[in-house]
């Protein structure tokens, strides 16, 4: 989501609505100038049929390639990538993802883009989508070269689609399958925040009728928009100006702790207590109990709209991942780092709070577990790209939402266990403290067993801490009131699990208690988890 200072004024003439509108070629207005607003960081890729037929298109587009180029350095304010690809019953990849490239693309455009050739109606417009939306190599398709630039997370993401074809995948043939693929790719699109925009020029008409309404899909799956040009090719340069002018700003957030504002950064300590996430049972609401193991459980997340840097209906993906309850944990943008996918759902967001139900088959055991939420939108990127810090990327985006509350259920005198997963994110070593606090006392004792290697780092580091004691083997008493263990030396990626053990004493009234462990480097929060244990004395 970009930060005020980021998006700077916007757009003072909207040229499209974000919903696919079919435009008259001769009644098309003149694009708002790009310079009339800065985006932010722009990932741009034209996708060009490139046969023989489009000779009006192509010529049309190389007299107006250095307006869109320049239009869309100066609104990103220099901070953009370009890509380019052309397709006929294969796909050709002339310039992949890459910033600063505009001479490389503009060159091309004007002296090296051709119309010719191609085999006859359909082309591969569906199978050129998937190269460039999921970043295909080359091998075992008929693609020249890879297309492996990386789509960045803090950049609005659009891909423009000129074509007078229907989608024919690399067989030349159009069917039902194909028409699937080309859907399938609009999919895609919205799940990773990519704004699909499409052209069509209507060099024949037998076909406008099949045409049409997969083009227009490709825009109102992605939020963005559809023009017919004329036959010959007129309108097709301006169109794509209009579409890359469209830069208005959506802004659905999620609360990182119940006062959060949504600004960016989040000015207020902790980032993984969102209370925004919750799992239940079923599709019903419910007080966030713990996850069902075995069983198919639903994440709820709550989607608030808008936040304080945009506005309108907010078009993108929620995602849902998990890993092992505890501390610092890594995000990679490729491979998710610690999490593990649990599921997404594409949505739109209205002015108020939406609530998304995500299923999640089959939970694994133990059952103990932190979330995720990730808001993906063309219209609503992150303000800061996301590194492999989980909650520095919470902290920065409001986007992002972590939630680490556990609950057990125990009977007095009688222990109960949960898991806590020290980690490291930082990119260096760090000296990290535990820090216990009890928010709601447990009556009764807390040990952790911190495993050999934890328990030896920890020695090593002078046994240091407040309110702990060692009681035997790897097994440290916290005071459930507070405690510290400091100077616990952990290295990038290391990640170890430590075994909570709360045993309420006989005493303690029914009712629920509040324990936080907090992982820290020196002042830095890098994530914790709430402990909530329920007496049960019945």
């Keep these: 989501m970009q930060h005020s200072s980021r998006r700077g004024v916007l757009l003072a003439v909207a040229a499209l609505t974000a919903s696919a509108v079919q435009f008259a070629p001769a009644a098309t207005a003149a694009p708002a100038p790009a310079a009339a607003s800065r985006c932010g960081p722009l990932d741009v890729t034209f996708v060009l049929d490139d046969t023989g037929s489009m000779g009006g298109a192509i010529t049309n587009l190389k007299a107006g390639i250095n307006s869109i180029v320049n239009d869309v350095v100066t609104a990103s304010g220099g901070d953009y990538q370009l890509g380019l690809v052309t397709f006929k019953d294969n796909v050709s990849v002339h310039s992949d993802l890459a910033p600063g490239n505009a001479a490389a693309v503009t060159n091309h455009v004007t002296n090296t883009l051709a119309a010719g050739a191609g085999s006859g109606e359909p082309e591969a417009s569906d199978e050129a989508l998937n190269t460039v939306i999921n970043n295909l190599a080359a091998a075992g398709r008929p693609q020249n070269v890879d297309f492996d630039g990386v789509w960045r997370s803090n950049a609005m993401k659009f891909v423009v689609l000129v074509t007078d074809a229907r989608p024919g995948g690399f067989d030349d043939v159009h069917a039902a399958a194909d028409v699937a693929n080309a859907s399938a790719r609009a999919n895609d699109a919205v799940a990773r925040g990519i704004k699909v925009s499409s052209v069509y020029v209507p060099t024949s008409a037998a076909f406008s009728g099949t045409i049409t309404p997969i083009m227009q899909n490709y825009a109102t799956t992605t939020g963005g928009a559809f023009v017919q040009a004329s036959a010959n090719g007129t309108g097709t340069a301006t169109a794509i ?183 490291n994110a930082t990119g260096g070593q760090v000296r990290t403290d535990l820090v216990v606090t009890g928010v709601k006392p447990l009556p009764g004792t807390i040990v952790i067993d911190l495993g050999p290697r934890l328990f030896e780092r920890w020695r090593a580091g002078g046994g240091a801490g407040e309110g702990v004691k060692a009681v035997g083997g790897t097994l440290v008493q916290v005071d459930p009131r507070r405690a510290v263990l400091r100077g616990v030396a952990v290295e990038p990626g290391e990640r170890f699990t430590t075994e909570l053990t709360f045993t309420p004493d006989g005493q303690a009234p029914a009712g629920g208690y509040l324990t936080h462990v907090v992982q820290f480097a020196g002042d830095e929060d890098l994530g914790g988890v709430g402990y909530e244990v329920i007496v049960d004395r019945g």
């Design 241 to 423: 100006q209009q579409f890359l002018a469209d830069c208005r700003q959506t802004d659905v957030f999620l609360h990182d702790q119940p006062t959060d504002t949504g600004a960016e950064p989040n000015p207020n300590g902790s980032v993984w207590q969102s209370p925004d996430i919750k799992v239940c049972p079923g599709l019903a609401d419910c007080a966030g109990i713990q996850p069902v193991v075995g069983a198919t459980n639903y994440v709820h997340v709550r989607l608030h709209n808008p936040g304080p840097y945009g506005s309108g209906t907010g078009l993108g993906t929620l995602k849902v991942y998990r890993t092992p309850a505890g501390g610092s944990t890594t995000w990679d943008n490729a491979t998710n780092g610690d999490w593990v996918f649990v599921g997404q759902q594409a949505v739109s967001v209205p002015a108020g709070v939406t609530v998304v139900k995500i299923p999640w088959a089959n939970v694994p055991g133990p059952g103990h577990f932190c979330l995720l939420a990730r808001w993906v939108s063309a219209t609503d990127p992150m303000t800061f790209a996301e590194g492999p810090n989980t909650a520095l990327n919470t902290k920065n985006n409001n986007n992002i939402a972590w939630r680490n509350l556990q609950t057990v259920r125990a009977k007095p005198a009688e222990p109960v266990k949960s898991w806590f997963t020290v980690g």
